[in-house]
């Protein structure tokens, strides 16, 4: 089992807007719109950020926002802030009930 | 609050096992699903697998299967991953995660603080 496609770095300027995208074949986003992102800073735990293609967790800045267009999923920070810089990675559910994560990505604020 | 609490760092040699505990609070630890996952030193996530501690089904990782094996303990509220035949590549941090409350998708919302297994010789 293939982990989702990610960019592996993505850099914009603070108040730009970036977007992460994360693809993969149809089984590996299961029919389903349980498409989950995750922030990670060095030595820390992951952090969600988007659940379900496009909602946010309580507490998390509506700077961010998440959506899907078939196969491919997208995580976009606008406004972006040095606090955005860390590795994010996307999760979904497959068709055979296991989960996969993506490759991850790099973002890193000039 | 919803916590997740991981025993602590281990160290093994090759060929011998590992059992990481995680203990869990501020929900109801039979209604959402444990995932277990690996992070090698720079490297990324990688979804080893899930029990549903209702019932105790587990789903494996078809890379783990055979070498893992999540259990839970639902009286004391404590998911357990069971890592065999030890091998270098191994050496990583083990999260364990649990849904988000209130969501339908049952993706890690939550996780431990992580656990650092270091297998050498």
């Known amino acids: 089992q293939s982990a989702l496609t990610q960019p592996a770095s993505v850099s914009g300027s603070p108040g730009q807007s970036i977007t992460i995208s994360c693809t993969g074949p149809?089984?590996?986003?299961?029919?389903?719109?349980?498409v989950s992102w995750y922030q990670q800073h060095p030595g820390k735990a992951p952090k969600l950020v988007i659940y379900?293609?496009?909602n946010r967790p309580s507490g998390v800045s509506n700077r961010f926002s998440g959506s899907k267009s078939g196969n491919t999923a997208s995580l976009t920070i606008s406004g972006l802030q040095a606090e955005d810089e860390a590795d994010y990675y996307c999760?979904?559910?497959?068709?055979?009930?296991?989960?996969?994560f993506g490759t991850g990505t790099r973002i890193t604020v000039l | 609050e919803v916590q997740l609490v991981q025993s602590g760092a281990e160290v093994r040699r090759p060929g011998t096992t590992v059992k990481i505990s995680c203990k869990v609070s501020g929900y109801t630890f039979s209604d959402h699903y444990m995932h277990w996952v690996q992070q090698a030193a720079g490297g990324g996530l990688e979804w080893m697998g899930l029990i549903d501690p209702q019932d105790g089904e587990t789903i494996y990782a078809e890379k783990f299967q055979g070498r893992v094996t999540i259990t839970a303990d639902t009286s004391r509220e404590i998911g357990y991953m069971e890592l065999r035949r030890l091998r270098s590549e191994d050496t990583a941090v083990y999260y364990c995660?649990?849904?988000?409350?209130?969501?339908?998708?049952?993706?890690?919302?939550?996780w431990g603080q992580g656990t650092l297994v270091t297998v050498s010789s």
């Open positions: 999760s979904s559910y497959t068709d055979t009930s296991t989960c996969v």
């Open positions: 149809t089984r590996d986003f299961g029919g389903y719109n349980y």
């Open positions: 379900e293609v496009s």
């Open positions: 995660g649990t849904a988000l409350l209130g969501a339908d998708s049952s993706l890690p919302g939550y």
